[in-house]
């Protein structure tokens, strides 16, 4: 499939900005990107989409206006398959109720629990499609899915199964991560360790039905020690391993995702100068997650000091029940920059070519030769104005590998 993609008013990279861009794409990578009036010999005989829409207003009325492109959103944080919801949580916790208590207690995370393992395999498939839909109506192409709601083997294993299946059938590119989230009720710790380090992560790294391994290690969750154990079970299977660090209490996770070279360290709500520095020395991306941050209240992670600091700053939008009901990344987007001090620029990067990278993949998030060709058409001639309006996002249409996903 050859194609040459025209009609594009500004273009980000993400790190650079062209005007009346043009690319040629290629069994669904990029080949070439520039500008419109340079395209090579080559790839003027190739098919072309236009992509410039209809304009509105007096402007250039009947006309056709050029629009904005950027690369495919990549969320590389999602708890995307779940039954049951919060809300009732949500409005305690609105009302004042810490989100450890109400874990300590038995809710939170074990109520969502409890939903899942009532919800057949199938039922979570349709209600993690449906959302995966709704993120692609945002623009994000790829998307990280994680386990965890699951806490028994067999339970992990069913919803691992819905993942893959979520893959397998959904246009977006999905990647598969075991979450060790808690402690289930009624098991010992040392025994649910011992379960997870010999028996879950072995059976998974056999099936191939996950390519990383996190942990929640937390306050209310795992300790670092235990932590520790499962990472390093994963690594000895051959997994990549991510974590959910310094969220509610610091506890020297970032320092071990570092030292264990993990793609990433998510949250970090509570991280301090020290972790940033181990984090840029390591190259382990730092992910931010503005939903869970704001939802429950926590300190706003300092992107801005983080990027100074030579972090690799990505944002995700931890979609899940509790913590996080978002379904927008670009308005994770908007609260980094607000609250984390990032430019617009570097919002998007932190939402594509550096969330690509918390999955370990250099050929996503980005418009350049090689890579692969997911992009969004923004509805506005400026590419960035997703990031303008808040709540009304301009999308017009999102492909992934060339290819018209959302219309
Ligand atoms: O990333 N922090 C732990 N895990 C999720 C929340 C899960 C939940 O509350 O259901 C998070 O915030
Ligand atoms: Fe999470």
New binding site residues.
């Given amino acids: 499939m050859k194609q040459v993609f025209t009609g594009i008013a500004e273009l980000y990279t993400p790190r650079q900005r062209l005007e009346r861009a043009a690319f040629a794409v290629q069994d669904g990578r990029f080949v070439w990107v520039g500008a419109e009036g340079s395209l090579p010999e080559e790839y003027r005989g190739w098919p072309r989409t236009d992509l410039s829409g209809r304009s509105e207003g007096p402007s250039a009325p009947g006309g056709r206006r050029y629009l904005g492109v950027v690369p495919g959103i990549v969320d590389a944080h999602t708890?995307l398959v779940y039954g049951g919801d919060r809300l009732g949580e949500y409005l305690k916790r609105a009302r004042g109720e810490s989100y450890e208590a109400i874990l300590a207690a038995g809710g939170?995370?074990y109520s969502?629990v409890r939903a899942t393992a009532l919800a057949s395999e199938e039922e979570l498939y349709e209600l993690a499609a449906a959302r995966a839909a709704l993120f692609l109506a945002q623009g994000v192409t790829s998307l990280e899915v994680k386990s965890g709601y699951g806490l028994l083997p067999e339970a992990e294993l069913k919803m691992l199964r819905v993942i893959r299946r979520l893959g397998e059938t959904l246009p977006q590119r999905v990647f598969p991560t075991l979450l060790a989230?808690v402690v289930p009720k009624g098991w010992e710790r040392e025994k649910y360790v011992a379960m997870f380090t010999a028996e879950l992560i072995p059976e998974v790294a056999r099936s191939g039905l996950a390519e990383a391994v996190d942990v929640?290690c937390?306050q209310g969750?795992f300790t670092l020690e235990e932590t520790r154990r499962i990472l390093e079970a994963a690594l000895s299977h051959g997994l990549k391993i991510k974590l959910?660090a310094e969220?509610i209490a610091h506890t020297g996770a970032t320092k071990l995702a570092a030292e264990l070279g993990a793609l990433s360290a998510d949250?970090l709500e509570q991280s301090t100068p020290g972790d940033w520095q181990a984090l840029a020395k390591s190259g382990t991306v730092g992910t931010i997650?503005p939903g869970?941050a704001v939802i429950l209240r926590k300190p706003f992670p300092d992107a801005r000091a983080m990027w100074d600091a030579g972090v690799r700053v990505a944002i995700a939008t931890?979609h899940?029940?509790?913590?996080?009901p978002l379904y927008s990344p670009w308005l994770g987007m908007q609260l980094t920059l607000s609250l984390g001090r990032l430019s617009a620029e570097e919002a998007l990067i932190a939402h594509t070519e550096h969330a690509a990278l918390a999955l370990g993949r250099t050929d996503l998030g980005r418009i350049e030769v090689g890579a692969m060709a997911d992009f969004v058409v923004v509805d506005s001639t400026y590419a960035l104005e997703p990031l303008y309006r808040w709540g009304n996002t301009p999308i017009d249409s999102v492909y992934i590998e060339g290819e018209k996903a959302k219309d």
């Fill in positions: 708890h939170g995370i969502t989230h929640f937390d969750a959910h969220q949250h997650l869970a931890d899940n029940p509790g913590s996080s």
